[in-house]
């Protein structure tokens, strides 16, 4: 069965730090790039950041730059997104999403995606 089960997401204070999972299975996770999005309450969903499946990475996002990173467990087929300094404007629901070799900016370049996983930051 294919699937990403994304994980890890919660209630933050602000400039706290979360670290969210991405678990694939059933296909070859080493062969995929896997980006991050989010959609905040109101807003269209956008990319976050992503790392190819050499270990490469793109950043979507200028308003994380700097607070948040992405890496990658070929061995656990998993991937990663780390988040630090979080913000309350950084609330939402975060989902990975996995095309084949390279990162894409594109949510139609994707194949696989996760149901996502509620990050919310508040005091």
């Known amino acids: 069965q294919l699937q990403l089960v994304e994980s890890g997401g919660g209630l933050v204070q602000p400039g706290g730090s979360l670290n969210l999972s991405c678990a694939a299975s059933?296909?070859?996770?080493?062969?995929?790039?896997i980006s991050w999005f989010r959609r905040a309450p109101g807003k269209e969903r956008e990319g976050v950041r992503c790392i190819s499946s050499s270990g490469n990475r793109a950043h979507y996002l200028e308003s994380v730059r700097g607070r948040v990173t992405v890496s990658r467990d070929n061995a656990k087929n998993t991937a990663y997104l780390h988040m630090n300094s979080l913000k309350p404007e950084d609330t939402a629901v975060y989902y990975c999403?996995?095309?084949?070799?390279?990162?894409?900016?594109?949510?139609?370049?994707?194949?696989?995606w996760g149901l996502g996983t509620q990050v919310t930051v508040s005091s």
């Open positions: 999403a996995a095309a084949r070799f390279s990162c894409s900016a594109f949510e139609y370049e994707y194949d696989y």
């Open positions: 059933g296909f070859t996770f080493e062969d995929y790039a």
